[in-house]
C-alpha cells in the first residue's frame, strides 16, 4: 500500500532544508522498495520543528522533526513509514501541544491539506462559507460580518464589515477588491503562511467579499520578496478558474469574480493602502491623502476594498459558522482570533492562533518558550517595525487593541520579535528611525527630513555630544513626526523610538553603537 | 544574452514586453518587473520605450523605476545574495553577518563585488523571521544562516 508522507512547501521550511528532505526521502524509498507518495503541504507554523515531516499511518498522522537529510537514513531503519520510534519522533502531529492548545479559525487547513488541491480544500470543509454567502443578500453578508467583530488584521483594525457596507452602497459599475499581500513588517510571516499554505481560503474570502460588495475583480498585491507564496497563489488561481471557483459563474451561480496577482517591487510603504493603489496604478508608490477613501475611489478611482490577508481569510469561517460562532472567542473589543507571529530570539518560533486575550508574557514566555539564545529576555517588539518595544515589566499587558493602545504601543499585524539583553536598545531606536528615512514616501517633511535627523541625533548621543540635551531634542522630533505626517510611517516611527528611550533609559547613554558605515 | 546590445536591440526586446503586458489595469510594474527579469536591471534605453509604449513621459517612467528598492540600474553580478537587515533577524546576529558577508565580498550593501560575480543586497523582512537570520540567495531562501553557513554559500557561489 502507498504510505503518504507530507512534507511541507511553505518557504520557511524550504529555507531550513524541507526540498533537500523531501529530494532524500524520494531517492531512499525508491532504493528501499517502498511505496510512497509526498505531498508538499503547507507549514503548521512550528518552525524549530522544520522541516517537519509527517506520515499517514493507521494511527492517524505522525510527525518528526526537525529532520535534515542525514536523518532520512536512520529513519527508513526506523520503520517511520509505519510510524517507528526515532528520535525525531513528535507524536500525533494535532497532539504537539503548541498546536493542540491553538483555536484554529482562519488556519483551520494550514499544514493539513495539499495547498494546490480543491478536493482536499472542499473534504475539509472549504467553500461552506461560500456556498452559504451565495444564498444570501448582500446586506445579510455584510451583517455577518459586521457582527461577528473582525477587524482589520493589517494593522490599523478598522471594523471590516463597515467597510464593506461603503462599498456595497458606493455607485460604480466596477469595483474592486484588493488583498494587501505586502507584509512588510518584521516579525510577521501569517499572509506568506496562509497563501503558502491554504491560498483557496484567500480566494474564497476574496469572492466573499465580491458578493458583499458588488466587485466583480480582484487583486492580491503581494510583496516581491514572497516568490512562493506567488507562485502558488497563482497556481491556485489556475485551478479556482479550471473548476469554475473563479469565472463568470461563480460555482454555477449568476455571480462572476476574477482575480490576479500583482508583486510589489520592495517599498515598505506600499503597505500602506493608498500607496499600494498607486503602486497597482502603475506609479510611485506616494501615499494619497484621505478622503477621498478607497472605499469611494479606490484603484482607477472606482469603489474598492481594501484589506489585509488574514482579514479575507477570516471570511470564510464567519460565513460557514455564523457572526456569533467568531464573535464568541476574544476580549473586549476584539472579537475572535488572532494569528500570532513569534520571531527573533525565541526558542520556539512560529504561527500561534488564538482568541484575543493572552498576556505578552504568556505568548514569549510560555509558548514561545523564552529566547533561542537561553539568556534573559530584554525587549519584545510587537506590530512590526512601527511598534513600540515591550520591557519585562509590560508582560501582563493582555493582547487586546485597546489594551496595547493603552500601554502606547500596537498590535499591528501581530509580530512579536524577542531580543535577548544583549541588545542596545539605542541601536534599536536608530534603526528605527534609519528604517523610516529609507522607506518614506517623502511626502511629508517630518517622515522623509525627520527620521534623517533622529538617526544623527542618536549618533550625537552616542558620541557624548550632550546627551541629555540630545535626548529631549529626539523627544521633540517624535512629537513632530507624530502629529506632521501623512500616514504612519512617519507617524508611528515614534513608537519604537520613544519606548526604547522611556523604557531602557539605561542603553541611552554615550557608547560606541557598533554599527558599520553605511 | 551579449553584452554590447545596442539601444535598437534592447528597444524591440523591451517593445515586445510591453505589448505583451500593455493590456493590463496597471501595466507599468509588471512590464518593469520582466524587464528586470530579462535583463538583470533596467537599461537606461528601455525607459524611452516603455514611455512610448504606454504613452507617458521618460521623466514619468523613470520617477516610477526609481522609487522602489527592487529597480536596478545597473547590471547585477551573477549571483544576488540578499541578506535581511530588519528587527527579527538583527535579534539573531544579522548585523554581524552582514558586517561578515560586505568583508568577505570587499563590498558596500548594493554593490557588486569587482570581477562582477556576486552582488550584495540589503532586504528587509524575507517573512522568515522564525528562522532568523534570513537570506535569499538567487532567489531561494535560506534560513538560520549563521557566518560557517554563509561561507559555504560563498564558496559555491565562487565556483
Ligand atoms: C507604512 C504602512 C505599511 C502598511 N503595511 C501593511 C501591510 O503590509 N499589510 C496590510 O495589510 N496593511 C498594511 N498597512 C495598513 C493598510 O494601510 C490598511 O490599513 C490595511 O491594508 C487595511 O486592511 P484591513 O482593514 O483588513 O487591515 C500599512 C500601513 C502603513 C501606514
Ligand atoms: S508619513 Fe512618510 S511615508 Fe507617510 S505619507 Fe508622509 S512621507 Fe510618506
Ligand atoms: S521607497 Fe525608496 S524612497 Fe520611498
Ligand atoms: S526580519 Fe528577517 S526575515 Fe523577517
Not at chain 1, 483555536?103 to 452559504?132: H, M, W
Not at chain 1, 460604480?172 to 513588517?185: L, P, R, T, W
Not at chain 1, 541625533?457 to 555630544?465: H, L, Q, S
Request: proline share 5%; charged share 25%.
Amino acid at each position: 500500500m502507498t504510505v503518504k508522507i507530507y512534507i511541507p512547501l511553505d518557504s520557511g521550511s524550504v529555507a531550513l532544508g524541507a526540498d533537500d528532505v523531501a529530494k532524500a526521502i524520494a531517492a531512499e524509498a525508491i532504493k528501499r522498495g517502498e511505496d510512497v507518495q509526498i505531498v508538499r503541504n503547507g507549514s503548521f507554523g512550528m518552525y524549530w520543528l522544520e522541516p517537519m515531516v509527517e506520515v499517514e499511518t493507521s494511527r492517524g498522522r505522525l510527525a518528526y522533526g526537525p529532520v535534515a537529510v542525514e536523518d532520512v537514513d536512520s529513519l527508513f531503519d526506523a520503520g517511520f513509514l509505519g510510524g517507528g520510534e526515532h528520535k525525531r519522533f513528535l507524536g500525533h502531529t494535532q497532539d504537539i501541544p503548541f498546536l493542540k492548545a491553538q483555536t484554529r479559525l482562519t488556519f483551520q487547513r494550514c499544514g493539513i491539506i495539499d495547498p494546490v488541491s480543491l478536493d482536499d480544500y472542499r473534504a475539509n470543509d472549504g467553500l461552506k462559507g461560500l456556498e452559504n454567502a451565495l444564498r444570501m443578500t448582500s446586506e445579510d453578508i455584510v451583517k455577518a460580518v459586521t457582527d461577528s467583530g473582525l477587524r482589520g488584521r493589517g494593522g490599523a483594525g478598522f471594523p471590516t464589515g463597515i467597510k464593506w457596507n461603503t462599498v456595497r452602497q458606493a455607485p460604480g459599475d466596477q469595483k474592486y477588491i484588493v488583498c494587501n499581500a505586502d507584509e512588510g513588517d518584521s516579525g510577521t510571516f501569517a499572509d506568506r503562511m496562509i497563501m503558502e499554505g491554504e491560498p483557496f481560503v484567500l480566494i474564497e474570502g476574496m469572492i466573499i467579499a465580491g458578493l458583499a460588495t458588488g466587485a466583480t475583480k480582484g487583486y492580491v498585491y503581494t510583496r516581491s520578496e514572497y516568490p512562493d507564496a506567488i507562485r502558488i497563489m497563482n497556481e491556485a488561481i489556475e485551478v479556482a478558474r479550471a473548476n469554475k471557483l473563479l469565472g463568470p459563474k461563480v460555482l454555477g451561480s449568476d455571480y462572476a469574480f476574477d482575480m490576479e496577482v500583482r508583486m510589489g517591487a520592495g517599498a515598505y510603504v506600499c503597505g500602506e493602502e493608498t500607496s499600494l493603489l498607486n503602486s497597482m496604478e502603475g506609479k510611485r508608490g506616494v501615499v494619497r491623502a484621505k478622503p477621498p477613501l478607497p472605499a469611494l475611489e479606490g484603484f482607477m478611482g472606482r469603489p474598492t476594498v481594501v484589506n489585509n490577508v488574514i482579514s479575507l481569510c477570516s471570511v470564510p469561517v464567519i460565513l460557514e459558522k455564523g457572526a456569533e460562532y467568531y464573535r464568541d472567542f476574544g476580549m473586549g473589543r476584539s472579537r475572535g482570533t488572532i494569528p500570532i507571529q513569534i520571531a527573533g530570539n525565541v526558542k520556539h518560533g512560529g504561527l500561534y492562533e488564538t482568541a484575543f486575550g493572552l498576556t505578552l508574557g504568556e505568548i514569549v514566555d510560555q509558548i514561545g518558550g523564552g529566547t533561542a539564545s537561553g539568556r534573559p529576555v530584554k525587549a519584545v517588539q510587537v506590530g512590526g517595525p512601527l511598534g513600540a518595544y515591550f520591557p519585562q515589566e509590560l508582560f501582563d499587558t493582555p493582547f487586546d487593541y485597546e489594551a496595547f493602545a493603552k500601554a502606547d504601543g500596537l498590535i499591528g499585524h501581530a509580530g512579536v520579535v524577542v531580543f535577548d539583553d544583549s541588545v542596545d536598545m539605542m541601536k534599536q531606536a536608530r534603526f528605527a528611525m534609519e528604517f523610516c528615512a529609507i522607506e518614506s514616501c517623502g511626502k511629508c517633511t517630518p517622515c522623509r527630513i525627520g527620521s534623517t535627523r533622529g538617526t544623527e541625533v542618536v549618533d550625537k548621543i552616542a558620541r557624548g555630544e550632550d546627551p541629555e540635551m540630545q535626548k529631549e531634542l529626539l523627544a521633540d522630533l517624535c512629537e513632530t513626526m507624530k502629529f506632521g505626517s501623512l500616514c504612519a510611517l512617519g507617524g508611528f516611527t515614534p513608537y519604537p523610538v520613544m519606548s526604547a528611550l522611556t523604557h531602557f533609559p539605561d542603553d541611552f547613554k554615550p557608547h560606541a553603537l557598533d554599527i558599520a558605515a553605511e | 544574452m551579449s553584452l554590447t546590445e545596442t539601444t535598437e536591440e534592447i528597444s524591440i526586446r523591451v517593445g515586445t514586453i510591453c505589448d505583451g503586458l500593455s493590456g493590463l489595469e496597471g501595466a507599468l510594474l509588471p512590464i518593469l518587473h520582466e524587464v528586470q527579469e530579462e535583463f538583470g536591471f533596467i537599461p537606461e534605453g528601455a525607459l524611452q520605450t516603455i514611455a512610448k509604449k504606454l504613452n507617458l513621459s521618460r521623466a514619468e517612467v523613470h520617477g516610477v523605476a526609481s522609487f522602489y528598492h527592487d529597480f536596478r540600474e545597473e547590471k547585477p553580478g551573477r549571483h544576488v545574495i540578499k541578506i535581511c537587515r530588519a528587527e527579527a533577524c538583527q535579534s539573531m546576529g544579522a548585523d554581524d553577518l552582514g558586517d561578515h558577508a560586505k568583508r568577505k565580498l570587499k563590498v558596500d550593501w548594493s554593490e557588486t563585488t569587482s570581477d562582477k560575480n556576486v552582488t550584495l543586497e540589503p532586504v528587509f523582512c524575507l517573512g522568515l523571521c522564525a528562522c532568523a537570520p534570513a537570506a535569499m540567495v538567487d532567489g531561494k531562501v535560506v534560513g538560520r544562516v549563521n557566518k560557517d553557513r554563509l561561507d559555504r554559500i560563498l564558496s559555491e557561489v565562487r565556483s
